[in-house]
């Protein structure tokens, strides 16, 4: 087996590290790079807990090599909030609108909505609200995750008035 | 409406919508999950599993993988044969049959752990488990419930397939006479599929030996307490030598209540090998081997009469136990609350736990919520088929709170529910009527809409019954610093109890909420506790908060009292503060009296250092809380696919401590009933091949299946257990089935009854609408078909059984009664009874005079006395007791020798096995 | 789930990737984005001993026109393919069935000749390219040959490709002015394979269906071409159409099975009601147009 000598930022700091061919991204940030915020929660890209940003686009990174981010900038949910504790603001909508419970699909959630939200121009509400469904949360039955995810689009956090009775 | 009915009360922080104080560590990835721990010197497992549902082990080659560099060692059933284990239940109840560590010459399921890995990390024991070479004699499985009825024995030493049994083997002459006899008669049957509780954190253990003996334990679990005493007890070690601890758990929903094979083994192996070991279950060893739920058969059969009323009912169930089920079980909570709030003149039943080749039962949110569905959809179907608008037959049969206190046929004492009065909200928040008008709008469009309702009670913090379930513990102490520290026998895993219980704390003393801190996660402090079971928390973990918070109030109060020279009255703590009031007003900061207090002791009163107290809370035996909800769908009949376009909900969950809480916890309820209902299925092959093994084909709910869920609290009442909190915790997930199925069977009513087979695929929907029949539909058997043989049926759940001065439960007798002469009857005994909670242990003397029989049985330093007959050497003798339901208990036995054999029958609750042996000398 | 070893190659041309290829003797894979490949290795399903990871290579990631063709290079990423203005000009249905495919987080990473060069019966790129008429360019250290879609599957994840080749380009004709999509897709939930699924392009000339191009996904063990509907359709006046006709002759070629979430009945049902669906819309448009 091939062993690689590698070197990304995470989190912007620099890492330089030697990795074997088959270890995964997300193997490689919580054993290696010690972000344990990553989540491993199918190993098959299902789930969605293990979402980083690299490069700034939201991806699995059990679906990624260490190998494969020689070269790439690496944001892990570590990397959000300020120094100071303060929240990102995806963090802080999450946090208000009680988006989780057991906290372990949180991380990957927080970064596909980080890396859609918050930029100018807006990112299109639909494509924000298409992309959490690349994310399985088994605690919340979605509710306050979908609540924040609409306010970070610039929604409203409800859909409103039923459509019957 | 009860016009009693008490407001539910909010304090300062009690019934607030609090923000989490776990959310900031697990929003910025700082939580600590078993696998974020990792210590000097740790190796990793994997398991090399069977890839056959059933067999004998002919060899083991584990040459190749031994030469792999990097494995560290390999372990098998041999290797831990110097351990003795009993893999307990979750009651820490003995198994029905031995359940090996790893397998044990033979293989009983697929995925069945055979080889231990240990290697340097995980990809390694992961190579080496594929070099691992195992030879079985393959045998056919027993995969099904059918296939356990008829198949061949799967534990080979037991005498049936039958893992536990309860209710009356036979038909009710007289019940079956008033089923045939009144005016309608509705028949219900299907069978649920068997679920993955899926959490997003799968298992997962880090054991770690040091010192002399001792272990300490970082585990996935539900309660570190509960697994710290599993782990002593099952491995017959003291507790102190092993610690649990359990910080960050990402989910569990009944998986985690206990530890089971594969954290054993690491447990054991780390003592094997005195090194620390990690295992983390993988998706796949998730999906295929970690223990189920949910997979039963039922045959519900209720009559009414003319107007509606409910006459008598009958149900026949099954449930698969697999292999190695975490307690055999055959359910009775299913019997204890299917019709728990109707009323009901008369009901039986008969239910019995089912042994196969397949991964074993674990508990899964409601693992009694098949109750709902089966009474629900059924009370839909009866309501078309005798056309009585479906709310009208719940309202007629529903027991409402000032039809309070009521009896059920099945023992269950009635006080406080109130799901008709759920229902009420329910109706002023949803105009049927519109909706009705809307629906036939829609029909002459060609659109399917659809509306369900279901009604429900949960019984919570159950404290009776089950020993390992009785109470909670608080410790709380101001802190030399003048912050409060909370240890407390609550878990979470996502229930956010370090909010919850710092809530009740901080409301309750009087101190600024982020001035609580709560500790949970460790069982080396604070005290014995469940954890999240049973839906317990607020109501148990609460009310000790506040108990303990009242002490410690009383402290601080009497202790400023003293120092100040002032009455302890004039004494409020107020956000932190101690205001004097009175003569000399004052204000004496909690830190400055906790200066005193740790710093300078003789001026508190008498002397005693500290600001401290502690309270270990029972709650009432039982803590109901109802709900009724309702949604709407729409099904494409075009495609089959429902889109569920309103749910509301309304329940009485008593006072709140933190009503977005107590939503989440209903709201994640009700998305594992959708899931339930339209997509998730664990499923095999005939040859026992699980075939939904990764998240592609065990189908979970994403955002786009779950819709807003709309609350309503109008109806809840304070209970009577401290602070006046119901649980929360299973209820969505057992009343939200029902209320989904019964709007899509409601949507699909043109193209006739929907068939209930779940779950309802768009595929398994279309050909409803289609009335194509060549979706194969299986037919579970019938309340008549003849009972299989069961001539062992040991032990399962009734809580009952457990209280009746701790002994009894079900089961048939094993022997023909054999009259012979001459048998001696006096004298000391020890006698197991074959309990729901598994087999219990008792000593116990019989005395005879002439055809008199008397005795008594001896447990936990509690006697029971009583009176009976004796013909040759067969005696019977009944035994009344109380607790938790007045039940007379009718023993009948046969002794020979120096055993005793026998049953015990317990009313509706069927029968169960006892057996003695003789005190000698 | 942990991958079995291997060795990891990340070639920056394409002659070097092909080399590697070659001297792997069949035992080497080409890693592309990775989506479908890295759950195959972490299930142990698939065990190469070389992993050739094509995505360095620059030469293999754009969108180019070249003629009435266009050429996506196989490394694009779905979501960068997604929002090339190129193939929203003129590969309209590329781009909607690009939307469906997958996650937005997979997007990120999978890419366009990935998807096709794999072959997942119920896979939405591989199916549109068959629609389209499209070829995939294919080099080893042998040479170069051109396959047209329509001719590269052969089975789930079997493919025409020999296991020394690499897929250079998708080349993709591009349908002349007067072409609408149908495009429809049945799946349990956004992101999973198909349970009917449905890609195509017709193209109307003065009334008359001059070019049809319709193939089904998740409705048998490969992409389907519709190859009977295709005829009957080309040269037929659109207003003299016979739908019920038409449908039955949609789903002619199809070879539905039996799974866990659907049966071969629920897709033939289903795609037939999806093809009149998709047929009647995409003739209102055009009539709208």
């Known amino acids: 087996m091939s062993e690689h000598a590698i070197q990304l930022t995470i989190n912007g700091r620099a890492h330089e590290a030697r990795v074997e061919s088959r270890l995964t991204l997300s193997d490689f940030l919580r054993g290696d790079a010690g972000c344990t915020g990553v989540h491993v929660g199918c190993e098959h890209g299902v789930c969605g807990a293990c979402t980083v940003m690299v490069d700034g686009a939201a991806v699995r990174s059990c679906l990624m090599l260490a190998v494969q981010a020689n070269g790439a900038a690496v944001t892990t949910v570590e990397g959000l909030a300020d120094d100071d504790g303060t929240l990102h603001p995806v963090q802080q909508a999450l946090r208000d609108e009680y988006g989780l419970q057991c906290g372990f699909c949180t991380p990957g959630i927080v970064m596909t909505l980080a890396s859609l939200t918050g930029a100018t121009p807006a990112t299109d509400p639909d494509k924000v609200m298409n992309a959490l469904s690349g994310h399985i949360c088994r605690c919340t039955g979605y509710q306050g995750i979908r609540r924040a995810a609409r306010r970070l689009a610039g929604l409203a956090p409800t859909q409103g008035a039923p459509t019957h009775g | ?921 | 789930m942990k991958p079995a070893p291997f060795d990891y190659y990340a070639p920056a041309s394409v002659e070097e990737a092909c080399q590697l290829l070659a001297d792997a003797g069949g035992g080497a894979t080409v890693l592309a984005g990775g989506q479908t490949l890295m759950p195959l290795l972490a299930l142990r399903m698939s065990q190469p001993f070389v992993l050739v990871d094509i995505t360095r290579i620059r030469a293999l990631r754009g969108v180019s026109r070249s003629g009435a063709t266009t050429r996506i290079g196989p490394v694009t990423r779905q979501n960068e393919a997604l929002a090339d203005a190129t193939l929203q000009q003129h590969q309209p249905l590329l781009v909607t069935a690009l939307r469906h495919v997958g996650h937005h987080q997979t997007r990120n990473r999978g890419t366009v000749g990935g998807s096709i060069a794999l072959g997942e019966p119920a896979a939405e790129l591989p199916a549109t390219a068959v629609a389209l008429g499209a070829s995939v360019e294919v080099r080893s250290v042998r040479g170069t040959r051109t396959i047209p879609a329509q001719e590269l599957y052969f089975g789930p994840y079997a493919t025409a490709l020999e296991p020394d080749e690499l897929l250079t380009a998708v080349d993709v004709p591009e349908w002349p002015a007067g072409t609408v999509s149908l495009f429809r897709e049945i799946a349990m939930r956004p992101g999973d394979f198909a349970l009917v699924g449905l890609t195509g392009a017709l193209t109307v000339a003065d009334g008359v269906v001059t070019r049809a191009g319709v193939a089904w996904f998740g409705m048998g063990p490969t992409p389907i071409k519709a190859r009977q509907l295709e005829a009957a359709l080309v040269g037929q006046r659109v207003d003299a159409l016979d739908a019920g006709a038409l449908t039955e002759l949609a789903i002619a070629d199809t070879a539905p099975f039996d799974d866990l979430h659907a049966t071969a009945e629920y897709r033939r049902t289903v795609g037939r009601r999806v093809f009149a669906a998709a047929l009647g819309e995409a003739l209102n448009l055009r009539k709208a147009a």
């Not at chain 2, 060692?73 to 307990?88: G, H, I, N, Q």
């Not at chain 2, 990809?123 to 691992?132: K, M, N, P, Q």
């Not at chain 2, 954190?201 to 996935?220: C, D, F, K, N, W």
């Not at chain 2, 006080?415 to 008709?420: E, G, K, L, N």
Request: proline fraction near 6%; glycine fraction near 10%.
């Open chain 2, 1 to 921: 409406m009860d016009d009693a009915r008490p407001a539910a009360t909010t304090g300062r922080y009690i019934g607030q919508r609090v923000a989490r104080k776990e959310d900031t560590r697990l929003l910025t990835g700082r939580g600590v999950y078993v696998d974020d721990v990792g210590v000097p010197g740790m190796l990793h497992v994997a398991f090399h599993r069977s890839p056959i549902a059933r067999g004998r082990i002919r060899s083991i080659d584990l040459s190749a993988a031994r030469a792999l560099p990097g494995v560290f060692a390999l372990v098998t059933a041999d290797d831990l044969a110097r351990f003795k284990v009993d893999m307990l239940s979750f009651f820490l109840a003995q198994p029905v049959v031995p359940v090996p560590v790893l397998a044990n010459g033979r293989v009983t399921y697929v995925g069945d752990p055979v080889v231990m890995v240990v290697a340097q990390d995980r990809y390694l024991a992961e190579d080496a488990a594929g070099l691992i070479v195992v030879e079985y004699d393959e045998e056919d499985p027993v995969v099904t419930l059918d296939d356990a009825k008829t198949g061949a024995l799967v534990h080979p030493d037991t005498d049936s397939n039958v893992a536990a049994a309860t209710g009356a083997e036979e038909l009710d002459e007289d019940l079956e006479a008033a089923l045939a006899a009144a005016a309608h008669l509705e028949t219900l049957a299907f069978r649920h599929q068997r679920i993955s509780q899926s959490p997003m954190e799968t298992r997962g253990v880090v054991a770690q030996p040091h010192g002399s003996g001792e272990l300490t334990v970082y585990l996935s679990c539900q309660g570190p307490q509960l697994c710290a005493r599993w782990f002593a007890q099952a491995l017959e070690l003291p507790q102190t030598s092993i610690r649990v601890i359990s910080k960050d758990v990402g989910g569990s929903f009944g998986l985690k209540g206990q530890p089971w094979r594969e954290e054993v083994a690491v447990v054991l192996g780390a003592m094997l090998l005195r090194r620390p070991l990690k295992w983390i279950e993988d998706r796949l060893e998730n999906l295929t081997a970690a223990n189920q739920a949910r997979e039963q058969e039922i045959t519900l059969r209720a009559a009414f009469d003319a107007e509606g009323r409910l006459v008598a009912s009958h149900a026949d169930y099954g449930l698969n136990n697999g292999a190695y089920p975490q307690g055999a079980d055959s359910n009775i909570a299913v019997m204890m609350f299917l019709w728990g709030a109707h009323k009901l003149p008369a009901f039986s039943f008969r239910a019995r736990g089912w042994f196969t080749n397949t991964v074993g039962l674990a508990a899964y949110r409601g693992p009694w919520a098949i109750e709902s569905l089966a009474r629900e959809v059924l009370l839909d179907r009866a309501a078309r088929r005798m056309g009585i608008d479906p709310i009208e037959l719940r309202r007629r049969n529903l027991i409402r709170r000032s039809d309070q206190p009521w009896t059920t046929p099945m023992g269950l004492e009635l006080t406080d529910i109130s799901p008709a009065e759920c229902l009420d909200v329910l109706l002023q928040k949803v105009d049927v009527a519109a909706f009705r008008a809307e629906q036939a709008a829609a029909r002459r469009e060609g659109r399917y809409l659809g509306i369900g309702f279901a009604t429900y009670i949960e019984p919570t913090a159950g404290s009776t019954g089950v020993a390992v379930l009785m109470s909670e513990s608080a410790h709380l102490r101001v802190e030399p610093t003048g912050t409060v520290t909370a240890v407390v026998s609550t878990h979470s895993q996502g229930h956010g109890t370090q909010t919850t219980m710092a809530q009740v704390i901080a409301d309750r003393l009087g101190v600024p909420y982020e001035h609580v801190e709560v500790y949970e996660d460790d069982s080396s402090r604070g005290g014995y506790g469940s954890g999240a079971y049973g839906s317990r928390q607020a109501v148990a973990g609460g009310g000790a908060c506040i108990r303990a918070a009242d002490l410690l109030l009383a402290r601080i109060r009497e202790s400023a009292a003293h120092i100040l020279g002032v009455r302890t009255d004039d004494i409020v703590l107020r956000n932190g503060v101690l205001h004097v009031t009175g003569d000399k007003p004052q204000t004496v900061s909690l830190r400055d009296l906790a200066d005193i207090a740790y710093g300078d002791p003789d001026r508190m009163p008498d002397g005693h250092a500290g600001l401290e107290a502690q309270y270990r809370y029972r709650p009432p035996p039982i803590t109901m809380t109802s709900a009724a909800h309702a949604c709407i769908v729409e099904v494409d009949a075009q495609t089959g696919f429902v889109k569920i376009r309103r749910w509301v909900t309304s329940e009485d969950c008593g006072n709140m401590i933190n009503p977005a809480i107590v939503e989440g916890q209903i709201a994640g309820g009700l998305a594992q009933a959708i899931g339930s209902v339209l997509m998730e299925e664990v499923s095999f092959d005939a040859r026992g091949n699980p075939t939904a093994v990764t998240y592609k084909d065990y189908m979970l709910p994403t955002i786009f299946d779950v819709p807003e869920f709309e609350y309503h609290h109008d109806a809840s009442m304070p209970s009577q257990a401290e602070g006046g909190f119901r649980g929360v915790g299973e209820g969505g997930c057992i009343v939200g089935p029902p209320t989904l199925v019964n709007a899509i069977a409601d949507a699909l009513i043109p193209f006739g009854e929907l068939e209930l087979e779940l779950p309802l695929t768009p595929a398994r929907l279309l050909a409803h609408i289609e009335q194509r029949p060549e979706i194969a539909r299986p037919k579970p058997a019938e309340a008549s078909e003849a009972p299989a043989p069961a001539a062992d049926a040991p032990a399962d759940p009734v809580p009952v059984a457990a209280a009746a001065h701790n002994v009894p439960a079900p089961s048939a007798p094993q022997e023909p009664f054999a009259p012979a002469s001459g048998a001696r009857i006096d004298g000391g005994w020890k006698f197991v009874l074959s309990t729901p909670m598994g087999p219990q242990a008792f000593d116990g003397r019989l005395a005879t005079d002439g055809d008199q029989l008397s005795g008594v049985f001896i447990m936990n330093m509690d006697e029971a006395h009583f009176t009976g007959t004796v013909t040759g050497n067969q005696l019977k003798w009944d035994l009344k007791v109380t607790k938790p339901m007045k039940i007379t208990l009718k023993y009948e036995a046969v002794v020979e020798g120096d055993t005793l054999t026998g049953k015990c029958k317990m009313g509706v609750f069927g029968s169960a096995k006892l057996k003695g042996e003789r005190v000698k000398g």
